[in-house]
């Protein structure tokens, strides 16, 4: 059993079968509580793969990873019953946390210029102003929480975007392509939420966020930091 753990491919296999099968079981068969069953089969795969392979320098850095991905998981949980306001908001809360654990495990002590995320801030900027346009009339009481959501959100992009320098290639990449299928799939998810729905909105969401955590775990047993001296710095 411990193999389908320890070997890339096997592993990316039996995530995908997890994956599908929480899909299928959204999809067509609809029973909440066996939702929470492959809710926590998906997110405690990556769990366990991860403990098993990850070869952190810093004990807190597997922490991070390891707290974030069991906050996604009781989101992913509560938002099964996202049609009770109380659950929706818990849910938005655990995804918040989650997100704040991932950008203290992506956050490094590398120099970086300002002029260098400016076109990075000024996207997010407008792309945040465009969201919260489509979606406003149909926030009521939700605004604040998904404007903090969002901000956080943002956030994990900007650290994902600040990793460059100080990991390997492979793994800023696939961390990267993991933070921005997280971003379709939470935009995609909100559209249908507070704005229209749309043809295969459902499958996409959940295939999105599954790629989003694989990628993000990948990425993370992929690092390779230099050894540097901590500095930070603004130029």
């Known amino acids: 059993m411990k193999i389908l753990f320890k070997k890339r491919l096997y592993f ?13 079981v959204k999809l067509e068969v609809q029973i909440p509580l066996l939702r929470v069953v492959t809710k926590v089969l998906v997110i405690g795969s990556l769990m ?5 392979n ?17 906050f996604f998981m009781l989101g992913d949980i509560t938002f099964v019953f996202d049609s009770m306001p109380l659950f929706f908001m818990i849910s938005i809360l655990f995804f918040v946390v989650g997100k704040g654990f991932y950008c203290m495990r992506f956050k ?18 407008v792309f945040m102003i465009w969201f919260l346009f489509v979606i406003y009339p149909k926030l009521d009481y939700y605004f604040i929480p998904i404007l903090i ?11 994902a975007f600040l990793r460059k320098q100080a990991v390997s290639k492979s793994s800023y990449l696939i961390v990267l392509f993991g933070v921005f299928s997280f971003g379709l799939s939470e935009t995609l998810t909100a559209l249908k939420m ?4 749309f043809l295969f909105d459902d499958f996409l969401i959940m295939f999105c ?27």
């Open 48 to 52: 366990l793969y991860y403990s098993i």
């Open 194 to 197: 507070f704005s229209s729905g």
């Open 149 to 159: 959501y969002l901000f956080v959100a943002l956030l994990l992009f900007l650290f």
């Open 108 to 125: 490094n002590y590398e120099i970086f210029e300002i002029s260098k995320i400016l076109p990075f801030l000024l996207l997010s900027f």
């Open 209 to 235: 966020y599954g790629v989003a955590q694989y990628l993000i775990v990948l990425g993370l047993l992929s690092e390779d930091r230099a050894q540097r001296i901590p500095s930070i710095g603004l130029s």
């Open 12 to 24: 990316l296999m039996v995530f995908l079968v997890l994956l599908f099968l929480d899909i299928y």
């Open 54 to 70: 990850h070869k952190e320098r810093e004990p807190k850095n597997s922490k991070y990873t390891s707290v974030a991905l069991l």
